[in-house]
């Protein structure tokens, strides 16, 4: 049984001028525990899927459910990370990472000291009382997941969460995140745009196609490359061949459009 | 070892070059009261300006003086001050609060909108006269006065910066399944501080206005009472002297909000 199902999806967005399909009958099932990747180009409607998994837009049609339970039922199974951190500046480290708990009113003496606990073995140990502002990006982002990992969410939606970070944190933030997620046997869902990060993290990718968005083609990840840390699993000669088959793939997705 | 002293050494300098230029900001403030002060002593005494109309410090000094000691400046500086606090800190209350109410229901905002506009746009201060037959000439229509001065503007200018919270900031909270309620009270309000802040500042300076010309148009004690006073008895020096007590406590309350704006602003590092 899928611990995740989406049903035939599609969403329009309405404007004054125009009505814009970003995703059409899109369908796809996660396994519990497992990581799957949407990889495609800009305008193909990751955002919005992700968006529609997380409950926060209601699909024009089609259904999303989570152990057999309505989106609007599950809410708190979800953690989403964003592109960016966005810590709230005028908030302390401590602060933020308990906001979920607070706004889920779970807080209390021992979700605070797991939270807390999590953060130490984040790494991020002594730094409970700064601004954000004071952190570097890297702490940041791993501030952000700790927030995110903070009300214990069963299924983790990561909208291209590295892509604002430089090249040699992207890496080690990789291999965390990717390392934390097995820890605690999270399921994931990951957006990018980047074709090696998506081979590295993931056991399964799927391929969008643009305007309006589609699952074009699904890879599986060879179990080699799961097994291996992401650092390592892109020094692997499967991690080169997968590059060049995807590659290919998004490349005549690219000239069918301009077709 | 010898850089670091280096370093050490051109530190000290920056440091030094970094005091002697605020020294000198600092002359050139006190050399330009210092000479707008004498020069109007002077000229005054040298009848080169009327000292009927443009009076002199020093008669000034004298005034005060006196009226420090029958007390009755006390009581008209405190009848002002207490309005002008009382009406800024209404002013910028309900301004924030029908913020919140239109950012709440964004139906209730765009009804309300052409009337905003036109709220605006009118001199608030045209109102004195139907707010002096409608809550008696006292307290309360020169209270009303500095805060109708001010709610508009803080209405329109702290809603314009509830909508412009990132939203991103809401989706964070939202993924959650943050209410409406705990999204205002954990984003948008805290981001808007500043924004708000700025508007009291500007407060401080509308609601004087505001209390003035209620104190003109109505009130028996006051400073904008003894201005009006003072005119029609032609005596300047109690003109000008409430003047001057008015800039010194304007500037007072002015930096009353920057002390708040310290504390509630904590990330500037």
Request: charge should be positive; proline fraction near 3%; hydrophobic fraction near 45%.
């Amino acid at each position: 049984m899928s611990f995740l199902s989406i049903e035939k999806v599609s969403h329009t967005y309405f404007t004054k001028d125009s009505a814009t399909t970003a995703i059409e009958n899109i369908s796809l099932t996660v396994q519990d525990g497992e990581f799957v990747s949407l990889l495609g180009p800009s305008g193909c409607g990751k955002t919005t899927l992700l968006s529609i998994i997380a409950g926060l837009i209601t699909p024009t049609e089609g259904s999303v459910t989570i152990e057999n339970k309505q989106i609007d039922r599950a809410r708190s199974y979800i953690g989403y990370m964003l592109q960016q951190d966005y810590l709230f500046p005028w908030k302390t480290i401590e602060e933020n990472v308990l906001v979920g708990l607070k706004i889920t009113n779970h807080i209390n003496e021992q979700t605070k000291k797991n939270a807390l606990h999590l953060l130490d073995k984040i790494g991020l140990k002594g730094v409970e009382k700064s601004y954000p502002s004071q952190l570097s990006g890297g702490m940041r982002q791993r501030a952000a997941l700790v927030r995110t990992l903070a009300t214990n969410p069963k299924i983790l939606l990561l909208d291209e969460p590295f892509s604002a970070l430089d090249y040699q944190t992207k890496l080690k933030l990789e291999d965390l995140v990717s390392h934390t997620l097995k820890d605690y046997k999270k399921t994931a869902i990951l957006v990018t745009h980047d074709i090696g990060e998506a081979i590295a993290m993931s056991d399964r990718i799927l391929l969008l196609s643009a305007n309006p968005g589609r699952i074009a083609k699904e890879f599986q990840v060879p179990d080699e490359l799961k097994r291996d840390t992401p650092f390592n699993a892109r020094q692997h000669h499967k991690y080169s061949d997968l590059f060049q088959k995807i590659w290919k793939e998004l490349d005549q997705l690219e000239t069918k459009q301009e077709h | 070892m010898k850089p670091n002293k280096n370093i050490n050494l051109l530190h000290d300098l920056y440091l030094k070059e970094l005091r002697k230029e605020k020294q000198i900001v600092r002359i050139y403030q006190f050399l330009i009261f210092l000479v707008f002060f004498s020069g109007w002593e002077i000229a005054s005494q040298k009848h080169w300006i009327d000292p009927l109309i443009f009076s002199s410090p020093s008669k000034i000094w004298g005034l005060l003086i006196d009226k420090i000691g029958d007390g009755t400046l006390f009581t008209n500086l405190y009848v002002t001050l207490f309005e002008t606090v009382l009406g800024f800190i209404i002013g910028t209350l309900l301004g924030t609060i029908l913020a919140a109410m239109l950012w709440w229901s964004s139906r209730l905002s765009n009804i309300l909108d052409p009337y905003l506009v036109v709220l605006n746009a009118m001199p608030k201060v045209a109102l004195g006269p139907i707010l002096i037959v409608a809550l008696g000439p006292g307290y309360f229509s020169i209270i009303a006065m500095g805060a109708i001065i001010s709610i508009i503007i803080t209405t329109i200018v702290v809603y314009t910066s509830f909508k412009e919270v990132d939203q991103n900031y809401l989706k964070v909270l939202q993924t959650f399944g943050a209410n409406r309620k705990q999204c205002f009270k954990e984003v948008v309000l805290p981001a808007s501080f500043p924004t708000i802040i700025s508007t009291l500042k500007v407060n401080v300076g509308l609601s004087w206005v505001g209390v003035i010309v209620g104190e003109f148009l109505v009130s028996a004690k006051g400073l904008g009472y003894l201005i009006i006073y003072g005119f029609q008895v032609f005596n300047f020096t109690l003109v000008l002297l409430s003047l001057l007590i008015i800039a010194v406590f304007a500037t007072i309350m002015y930096h009353a909000v920057e002390l708040l704006e310290r504390k509630l602003i904590k990330t500037v590092k």
